[in-house]
T-cell receptor, first 112, second 112 residues
C-alpha cells in the first residue's frame, strides 16, 4: 500500500499562474483533507471532503478550490496564485472524522 | 487566534531520559486530542490520542495526560531514543466537526 501520495513534491509558480495539486489514497477512506503549513502557524485546514462528490470549506479556504470526483482522489486548485500561498501543502485521509488522519509527504509550493 | 498552543518551539533531552511535551488549548468544546510526529520532508504520522472522558492514555513508551480543568495536555516519552527526534504536533477536535486544530509544533532533539 502506498498510503497517501501527493503530486508534485515541489513547484514554483509566478503570481497569477494556476495549478492543481493531486492527492491519492489507496486505503478506501471516506474523508480527505487539504492542509497548509506555514512557519509558526501549525497546520491549517483548507478544504475537506466527507465522501466522493462532496467538498466543504475549512479554516482557510480563500483562493483555493477542490474536487473529489473519485473516492481515492482529492484535487486542490489554485486559480490565480499569490505569494501568500507560498506554503507546504499536506493532504490527509481518514476513515472517519474522529479517526487518525494519514498524511501524504507534502508539496512545497513557492509563488514568486 | 491560535486555539491550540505549543509554547516551547524546541526541547533537547538526553537519550534514556524522559521527554515531556506540552500543549494548551483555549476552546472548552474540544473533546478529542491527538499527537502527531513529523520527520523532515515527510507528512505527520499519528502517534497517540486521548478522549476527554479520560485523563491518561498509554501506548508503549508514549503516554498522554489530559488536564481538562487547566486545558492542558502533555506527551511523555520514556525512555527517549534518538529516533524520537522529530517535530511533535498537538491537535484537537470537537465531536461533530471535521476540523483538527493543530498547534505550532515542538522540535524534540534526543541527544545520544
Amino acid at each position: 500500500n502506498a498510503g497517501v501520495t501527493q503530486t508534485p513534491k515541489f513547484r514554483v509558480l509566478k503570481t497569477g499562474q494556476s495549478m492543481t495539486l493531486l492527492c491519492a489514497q489507496d486505503m478506501n477512506h471516506e474523508y480527505m483533507y487539504w492542509y497548509r503549513q506555514d512557519p509558526g502557524m501549525g497546520l491549517r485546514l483548507i478544504h475537506y471532503s466527507v465522501g466522493e462528490g462532496t467538498t466543504a470549506k475549512g479554516e482557510v479556504p480563500d483562493g483555493y478550490n477542490v474536487s473529489r470526483l473519485k473516492k481515492q482522489n482529492f484535487l486542490l486548485g489554485l486559480e490565480s496564485a499569490a505569494p501568500s500561498q507560498t506554503s507546504v501543502y499536506f493532504c490527509a485521509s481518514s476513515s472517519g472524522y474522529r479517526n487518525e488522519q494519514f498524511f501524504g509527504p507534502g508539496t512545497r509550493l513557492t509563488v514568486l | 487566534d491560535q486555539q491550540v498552543k505549543q509554547n516551547s518551539p524546541s526541547l533537547s533531552v538526553q537519550e534514556g531520559r524522559i521527554s515531556i511535551l506540552n500543549c494548551d488549548y483555549t476552546n472548552s468544546m474540544f473533546d478529542y486530542f491527538l499527537w502527531y510526529k513529523k520527520y523532515p520532508a515527510e507528512g505527520p504520522t499519528f502517534l497517540i490520542s486521548i478522549s476527554s472522558i479520560k485523563d491518561k492514555n498509554e501506548d508503549g513508551r508514549f503516554t498522554v495526560f489530559l488536564n481538562k480543568s487547566a486545558k492542558h495536555l502533555s506527551l511523555h516519552i520514556v525512555p527517549s531514543q534518538p529516533g524520537d527526534s522529530a517535530v511533535y504536533f498537538c491537535a484537537a477536535s470537537v465531536t461533530g466537526a471535521n476540523n483538527l486544530f493543530f498547534g505550532t509544533g515542538t522540535r524534540l532533539t534526543v541527544i545520544p
